[in-house]
T-cell receptor, first 114, second 109 residues
Framework: EAGVTQFPSHSVIEKGQTVTLRCDPI?????LYWYRRVMGKEIKFLLH????????ESGMPNNRFLAERTGGTYSTLKVQPAELEDSGVYFC????????????FGSGTRLTVV | EDQVTQSPEALRLQEGESSSLNCSYT??????LFWYRQDPGKGPEFLFT???AGEEKEKERLKATLTKKESFLHITAPKPEDSATYLC??????????FGAGTRLAVHP
């Protein structure tokens, strides 16, 4: 089966611009998660979708971040306007049930805000 | 506050030299303790989930164990291809994972 696909793999934008990251989960996986790792820190949870509904968005840093999952398939994460501290690697993961059999992660999008 | 701490930060081994990685956790209502492997430029790759103290799981040269406060990833007779960052993560009352900073393992021939 195809894995979790994220694009772009890299993005360099200027402070104040908008960037949209996309994640295509494994087909049939209802649960979709966004995580990110900023420089030198641990990977941290951002939010969790079950189908098209936001189950938990407690990790979203502020209202410059907007995540959507239209139709319960792919998801987008928009950062508007981007700030320097948003630089990092953004990972998407999906799972069939509650994830206790292992979440499958994508390769990530490396975002650099200059 | 939920927290996962891994040690050491980095570990260098000779091929065939067995060792263990440590993961200490304080996660309320722990539902699962996960181990992942991450190669450069890639996302974390699932290795194991442990659910209760005393549980052990094995995969090739890797064995993961769990106590009420810690988990260990034992690597027996490692090979250069085992070089990677190993991540530990706990899952509490909800589905989100709380990650440690990882242990960077380098195995030299």
């Amino acid at each position: 089966e195809a894995g979790v696909t994220q694009f772009p793999s890299h993005s360099v934008i200027e402070k104040g611009q908008t960037v949209t990251l996309r994640c295509d989960p494994i087909s049939g996986h209802d649960n979709l998660y966004w995580y990110r790792r900023v420089m030198g820190k641990e990977i941290k949870f951002l939010l969790h979708f079950v189908k098209e509904s936001k189950q938990d968005e407690s990790g979203m840093p502020n209202n410059r971040f907007l995540a959507e999952r239209t139709g319960g398939t792919y998801s987008t994460l928009k950062v508007q306007p981007a700030e320097l501290e948003d630089s990092g690697v953004y990972f998407c993961a999906s799972s069939q049930s509650t994830g206790h059999y292992g979440y499958t992660f994508g390769s990530g999008t490396r975002l650099t805000v200059v | 506050e939920d927290q996962v701490t891994q040690s050491p930060e980095a570990l260098r081994l000779q091929e065939g030299e067995s060792s263990s990685l440590n993961c200490s956790y304080t996660v309320s209502g722990l539902r699962g303790l996960f181990w992942y492997r991450q190669d450069p430029g890639k996302g974390p790759e699932f290795l194991f989930t442990l659910y209760s103290a005393g549980e052990e799981k094995e995969k090739e040269r890797l064995k993961a164990t769990l106590t009420k406060k810690e988990s260990f990833l034992h690597i027996t007779a490692p090979k250069p291809e085992d070089s990677a960052t190993y991540l530990c993560a706990g899952s509490g009352g909800y589905n989100k994972l709380i990650f440690g900073a990882g242990t960077r393992l380098a195995v030299h021939p």
